[in-house]
């Protein structure tokens, strides 16, 4: 019998078989689903003469992803016979022994649970997307106001464990999910030290494309390739830091200063544009003089009324790099804070990330 069952309803005395040998065996039962959806998406613009408002992540040749979801159920058909006498004619060729029978017929079918329904599966897509589209923003947020950089341990360790649990949610193992997000982020940090942020900024369609490229290669490794791949692509996708201009950040710091945005314009009380931004080169004066790249950079340069800017790098080099940084955070106390100068003065001063009053820290020579 192959997962077979003699079942009788009669009271266990008046059940008789006979036969010259018995042998019998359980089945197992598998089922499984996978469902994922990829393509492309392609978005351009045919304004001329105009800054282009799109999203990054909108922009150019660029993946979309349907979050993968798995899942799986398992049972077993026990063979067996019901209770009452089992008579082998030809024991000496009995190879099983009749006494491990299974003999509760009531509970051995084990009906394979149904695992695919179409709208739940939907459904789960939709929770495992969202929630990608959440967690991802909450790190960056969460980066920018801790001074983590892009491709530092900490934000590393922080996509590693999100992605660990976005694998486990669709199904996934919990290994694919955290080797793809920690694997990404370093990447994606790699590529920025690399390329630049106007480069970065300039081909976020190949940025994404790169992402899904390594999530999908890690997942290889677990045999869950589409699965990194989401993970991955997530990461750099929903990165607010380097693909979402038109941050809470910058609405409250227009806010907080009295000022007016508009689109990639920044309007004072008396209706003159005080900074643009540029796709290709960040935040710009109404002169086109480089401010900055970042919502901070803008913010120091509208609270000090364009006298200070963003200490460029060779400076910070020629005052000792790193360890001068780090030396000046622990004299001033400020753990969370970057380095601004008037290059008029060639005063250097210290602002501590997410408002602060500007504190004198050295001077260097003006070019």
Known sequence: MKGAVVHSDAPAEKNRLETGTLSWENVKNKASYKANGQGVAFSATTRTGQEDRRKLNERGLYPEVVSTVKGRAESTTKAGISAG????????????????????TTNSLQKLATIFDKEKVQEKQELV??????????????????GWQEGSEEKILAHSIFGGLLSSLAGGKITTGTLAGG????????????KGKAWVEKHPDLVQTISAAVGRAVGAVTGESSIGSNVSLGGTKWNDEAFDLNSKEIAFITFLLGLTQQDNLIINASNEVIAEWNNGFGWLSQ??????????????????????????????????????TREVKKQTGKSKADLYWNPKTGNVYSVPKHGGEAEWVDKVDVD
């Open 85 to 104: 006498s089992i008579i082998i004619r030809e024991e000496e060729k009995q190879i099983q022994p009749v006494k491990q029978l299974n003999r509760d």
């Open 183 to 194: 694997v990404g982020e370093y990447v994606n940090g790699r590529i920025l030290a690399a």
């Open 129 to 146: 997307n969202e929630l990608s589209k959440v967690g991802n923003r909450a790190i960056h947020e969460l980066a920018a106001r801790k």
């Open 287 to 324: 002169t086109g003089e480089k401010i900055g790249d970042t919502a901070q950079d803008l913010y120091v340069y509208a609270k000090y009324k364009g006298e200070l800017k963003k200490l460029p790098k060779e400076k910070i080099d020629e005052l000792g790099g790193e360890e001068y």
